[in-house]
């Protein structure tokens, strides 16, 4: 989380990729890379615009999109970085530009760009002000537990107890958890306030949504929320065995014959690699990209996916 967001020139995969270029439709597009400075330029042929990218939102390992701004307007870029194809393309959910200008991003709304940077750094605004150029990129420690001034200093002091001096979430109660986490990943109020339920596969990216319809969650199971399987402090691991033992805390060993307290019945298949078959990847249009399903299940091959 901390490399949720970078300043432009920042962006190892600018610095890395200092010269990108894409025909789309009508368009050329070229983004540079060079002395501290990120340029993105459009011609039709006819007309041109360049703008100065500031901002880099994600941290790569999908990909990366970037803002501008021009007057104290926020603008996306149209053109995203994809780490699948190592190339650019449309930025997800940009639609086909209709001017030179659109051609290079589009407007974002006070209340969106609030939120972007809201997910994508620490303390873009304060006192209800918003203000990105003092903002810390990324998710540091306070995004998360609040200020944390007073248990800096109280467990620094010998003999002073700092419990309850900052903010836990993991003391919170299971819905609360999800729904924290989905402060940025989507909850399910934030699913159905934009439709995903009959959005289709896009829904995928909303993964405190997609957990809440799994089957244990339903029967109000404590121990199934987001920090049961990740640990908020470390880099997501993405190797499907590792989370073996994280399913094998709920559900018994295969032909184990008594179900004990507190567990579920085991997967009668094998007891390796359970998150590539329950929870699978799917892909959404678009985003050159393969999302991991939350919604826990069985699922069977070919089956259409589930809203």
């Known amino acids: ?36 400075d990120v340029k993105l330029s459009v011609t039709d042929g006819r007309d041109s615009t360049t703008k100065r990218l500031e901002w880099a939102l994600g941290d790569g390992s999908f990909g990366q999109s970037y803002v501008y701004r021009e007057e104290n307007k926020y603008y996306e870029a149209q053109l995203s970085f994809y780490t699948r194809i190592h190339a650019l393309d449309t930025t997800t959910g940009h639609m086909e530009p209709r001017t030179i200008q659109t051609a290079a991003g589009g407007l974002t709304s006070p209340k969106t760009i609030r939120l972007c940077f809201g997910c994508h750094s620490t303390a873009s605004a304060t006192n209800d002000r918003f203000d990105p150029d003092k903002a810390t990129m990324g998710v540091t420690c306070e995004a998360c537990h609040g200020p944390g001034a007073q248990h800096v200093a109280l467990m620094s002091m010998e003999g002073q107890n700092a419990k309850g001096s900052i903010m836990n979430p993991a003391s919170l109660s299971p819905p609360d958890l999800v729904d924290f986490c989905g402060a940025c990943h989507r909850t399910s109020a934030d699913a159905i306030l934009a439709g995903a339920e009959t959005a289709g596969v896009s829904s995928v990216r909303m ?44 559900h018994v060993q295969k032909g184990a014959t008594r179900l004990p307290a507190g567990f579920a019945p085991g997967c009668k298949v094998q007891t390796k690699n359970c998150v590539t078959c329950h929870m699978p990847e799917i892909e959404v249009p678009g985003t050159h990209t393969l999302f991991i399903d939350h919604w826990i299940r069985i699922n069977q091959p070919g089956a259409p996916y589930p809203d």
């Open 207 to 250: 993964q405190p949504y997609r957990l809440e319809k799994s089957k244990c969650w339903g029967k109000g199971d404590a121990r199934i929320t987001c920090v049961a399987c990740h640990d908020p402090h470390v880099q997501i691991v993405r190797d499907a065995s590792t989370y073996d033992t994280k399913c094998l805390r709920c």
């Open 1 to 36: 989380m901390a490399r949720a967001g970078f300043r432009a020139a920042d962006s190892e995969w600018l610095v890395k990729n200092p010269d990108l270029s894409l025909h789309l439709g009508a368009y050329d597009y070229r983004l540079t890379t060079k002395d501290g």
